[in-house]
């Protein structure tokens, strides 16, 4: 009988068994769900919620309704979460979807990308609490993983808008800037678009999400996907919630007087480069936005936290040094007051005796 243990592999002598780790992880972490946050900024009528229906085939805004051009005018921007749980292949997958109803559309749009900025900071706040709490095992995170920015494909560039909210949110968020209805543009007008965003993105020193360089053990297939996908950057888009029926095939796609847009087709747009990345980097996006940005937000809360307490100590020692000139202050006062008392005795006592002598002498 083999004194190896039935759990044990009878093909490798030396087994020991921690290489089951990477299963054990996966069955937890397919137990326990996964949670992404992602926000869609941009200006209304650029399809930002048909784009994010397409992306993950659900409906996250049943009851939307398209806001007449007087209530418009009156708005402000707004911030609205919604929430849907998705289930493929047995792995759930949390997801929350951050819009921002009213960005861009005011007539003075100075501050409008202050309640985002203020929402995302709230976001870190709240994991900061509940990560500094005592009960830290149920923390729901509710921190923005991507920011997908939608850029207007009629403005031929960015924007001052643009630039300024994206200065503002690149040090907080995972930033991905999107092209809005790739549709309205030739392939020539597109690459040239694209080209003028790269260079003016770098121009102006705004650092977006970058896909991670490929380790040298990966595959060439994956090497070449992200090689495409970071050529592809920024993503020229467009979606659709509807199914048509094409030469007996139904895509999803919009139907125009000229022809049919298949919103899956890499000739027609970048619809699924942007899902594929959105996809095969889920975890990376998570991972940045926990070790870098969250980090960044965690340094400059607990600087701000350690301030008060450092002037309060010293205004505590400059007390503590006021507080003992005084008293050395009083203590050579004293000193000087008793001095003069006893040069005083001293002298009375001279004189007194000098008095003495006199009188004797006479008589």
Sequence with gaps: MSSR????????????????????????????????????????????????????LTDLYPERQVPAASDVIKRTVKIEASTVEIEERGVKLRLTVVDTPGFGDAIDNTNCFEPIVQYIDDQFEKYFKDESGLNRRNIVDNRIHCCFYFINPAGHGLKPLDVQFMKMLHNKVNLVPVVAKADTLTKAEMDRLKARL???????????????????????????????????????????????????????G????????????????DFIKLRTMLMTHMQDLDDMTHDSHYENYRSERLARQAAPKARAASVTGADDVSEKDRMIQEKDAELRRMQDMLQRMQAQIAQSSSSSLQSVGSQ
């Design 5 to 56: 243990s039935e759990f044990g592999n009878p093909e490798a002598p030396g087994y020991v068994g921690f290489a089951n780790l990477p299963n054990q992880v996966h069955r937890k972490s397919v137990k326990k769900g996964f949670g992404f946050t992602m926000m869609v900024v941009g200006e209304s009528g650029l399809g930002k919620s048909t784009l994010v229906n397409s992306l993950f």
């Design 198 to 252: 790269r260079t003016e993105i770098g121009e102006h020193g705004i650092r977006v999400y970058q896909l991670p360089d490929c380790d040298t053990d990966e595959d060439e297939e994956y090497k070449e996907q992200v090689k495409q996908l970071k050529a592809a950057m920024p993503f020229a888009v467009c979606g659709s919630s509807q199914q048509i029926e094409v030469a007996g095939k139904k895509i999803r």
């Design 254 to 269: 919009r139907q125009y007087p000229w022809g049919v847009i298949d919103v899956e087709n890499p000739n027609h747009c």
